[in-house]
């Protein structure tokens, strides 16, 4: 029984991407990729008119416009750690949240990032683009 409880007090790591470094692990399931806890290492991050490597990620703010910023570095717009699934394990989603846009095991089919519609799931299988950030948001409506 103890066993049993114990095991529904596991926390839930998923939609996460902690700061990490060789003193600050990351959860059992992650590692530490440039400053990040991820299942993988990013491809690269479409920003706008540059494309951010893997040890970075793209903030898009009014005020500074889309660019490429250090992976552990605050951005003071809306973030994102991925912009598709290419950039994600195979059993993630890049998903757009309210805080920061990064790879989760679950989410919403209108919530999911894509750059092309290749990268949206079958119910929800446009990818349109959004007015304010550079990546798309999957819809099952024509954009």
């Known amino acids: 029984m103890l066993c049993i409880v114990l095991a529904a007090c596991e ?5 996460t991407a902690f700061h990490c470094d060789d003193a600050h ?3 059992s399931d992650q590692r530490c ?23 970075q990620q793209c903030c898009s703010d009014v ?5 490429c910023i250090g992976a552990t570095e605050v951005c003071d717009g809306d973030p994102a750690l991925c912009d ?6 195979a059993n993630e989603r890049c998903c757009v949240d309210p805080t920061l846009t990064l790879c989760v095991l679950e989410c919403l089919s209108d919530d999911v990032a894509c750059t092309t519609d290749a990268d949206c799931p079958s119910d929800a299988f446009h990818c ?13 409506l024509a954009c």
């Open 11 to 15: 926390p839930e790591y998923d939609g």
């Open 63 to 67: 005020i500074n416009g889309n660019r």
């Open 33 to 55: 990729f440039a400053g990040r806890c991820r299942r993988v290492a990013v491809t690269a991050i479409q920003c706008g008119d540059v494309a951010c490597g893997p040890d």
């Open 84 to 89: 598709g699934k290419d950039d994600c394990a």
């Open 128 to 140: 349109c683009p959004q007015a304010t950030v550079p990546w798309g948001r999957c819809s099952s």
């Open 25 to 27: 692990g990351c959860p």
